[in-house]
């Protein structure tokens, strides 16, 4: 199953240095059968397009606790055998079981330089847009509004070594 998987640019620095990573908690985004059933329209391609995006709004949660962190989004696309549905949490979370290598990975997701400044911005207000702050919602819409680049697995190395 193509599973979407949340990250930050340390992770991903070390998933190249490593070889392999294991999603934080096993927690994963994809379209699962509760996703296809909450949309009233839409092919595979726009569903596993809106569980990326959930993918990408849990990176945020992710630098949100790394400051240090570069403020870019990153999701990686992977194809993982282990995964298990998770509708109690949301409709598109899954629980993914292991580690994955870059022979894995079918796309990387990274925002560019253009979105780091609300990126950063919105790391720092999550909490309150998913408490329901409407300035916090429209903090988070000004990053979500920029659309994540997309790259080959095999291009990460040279993508990281140009952050």
Not at 38 to 45: K, L, N, R, V
Not at 52 to 69: F, G, Q, V
Request: aromatic share 6%; charged share 25%.
């Amino acid at each position: 199953m193509r599973v979407y998987i949340p990250a930050t640019v340390p992770m991903l620095r070390a998933f190249v240095d490593s070889g392999e990573l294991a999603p934080i908690t096993g927690t994963a985004f994809a379209l699962t059968p509760a996703l296809r059933e909450s949309y009233a329209a839409g092919d595979t391609e726009e569903l596993e397009y809106a569980a990326m995006l959930d993918a990408a709004r849990a990176s945020l949660r992710l630098l949100a606790a790394d400051e240090k962190a570069e403020p870019r989004r990153a999701v990686l696309a992977v194809d993982m055998d282990d995964v298990t549905l998770r509708p109690d949490l949301d409709f598109s979370v899954v629980k993914v079981g292991g580690s994955f290598t870059l022979k894995d990975v079918a796309a990387v997701h990274l925002d560019t330089a253009e979105a780091e400044q609300d990126v950063r911005a919105a790391a720092d207000v999550i909490d309150a847009a998913d408490l329901g702050d409407p300035d916090a919602e429209f903090v988070l819409g000004s990053a979500e509004d920029h659309e994540l680049a997309w790259y080959a697995a095999q291009e990460l190395p040279f993508v990281l070594e140009l952050l």
